[in-house]
């Protein structure tokens, strides 16, 4: 059984703060690693991947991979309230398939 | 612009109905998903298809079917609905390496 732990939270930072999300997976096979973000009530919207090790900047946000640790982050930088979601990490498989981890929950706090 | 829609945001059925999801995407993807998501689980992996009148059975198949007669479309089949069925569903389709999902179906069996 394949195993994505996030730490369900809820997380809370204040606005401008850098909010850190940790991720940690089972499959030493997993190639690449994607960020989803939850709105309530909504479908998770791809926020960025990354497949290499090391950093992976887009905006204010950043992903870090250590594959050796199996862990994966999502750093967000001068967090706004509009980053108030569940953020889910989604290991990718070769064969296409992808398996997600239960999500963290963040609050930024006005 | 990416879209993937399904049929219904909310359905109602009783126990022992047979019900059909639909989901169509317009990416001319090969890989289309069904996963159910609920709270404390995650999202959950029913059945994948990678190819038309492909399919693989994911985590969680028990109580399902599916059908992909055209590239485009992907129906998920409750042969039988139960009440433990109640959920969010939410396809998807990607195409190397990103996945996008379409808004949900918010499925109650009573």
């Known amino acids: 059984q394949k195993e994505v732990e996030q730490n369900s939270g809820p997380l809370s930072v204040p606005e401008g703060a850098i909010a850190s999300l940790n991720c940690t997976y089972s499959d030493r096979g997993s190639q690449s690693f994607f960020w989803y973000r939850q709105y309530s009530g909504k479908s998770p919207e791809l926020i960025m991947f990354i497949y290499s090790n090391g950093d992976k900047e887009d905006g204010r946000f950043t992903a870090q991979l250590n594959k050796a640790s199996q862990y994966v982050s999502l750093l967000i930088r001068d967090s706004q309230p509009s980053d108030s979601a569940t953020y889910l990490c989604a290991p990718r498989e070769p064969g296409n398939q992808f398996y997600f981890g239960t999500g963290t929950s963040l609050t930024v706090i006005p | 612009d990416v879209k993937v829609t399904q049929s219904s945001r909310y359905l109602v059925k009783r126990t022992g109905e047979k019900v059909f999801l639909e989901c169509v995407q317009d990416?001319?993807?090969?890989?289309m998903f069904w996963y159910r998501q609920d709270p404390g689980l995650g999202l959950r992996l029913i059945y994948f298809s990678y190819d038309v009148k492909m399919k693989e059975k994911g985590d969680i198949p028990e109580g399902y079917s599916v059908s992909r007669e055209k590239k485009e479309r992907f129906s998920l089949i409750l042969e039988s609905a139960s009440t433990n069925q109640t959920s969010m569903y939410l396809c998807?389709?990607?195409?190397?390496?990103?996945?996008?999902f379409g808004p949900g179906t918010r499925l109650t069996v009573l």
């Open positions: 998807a389709s990607s195409y190397r390496r990103e996945q996008f």
């Open positions: 990416m001319d993807h090969e890989n």
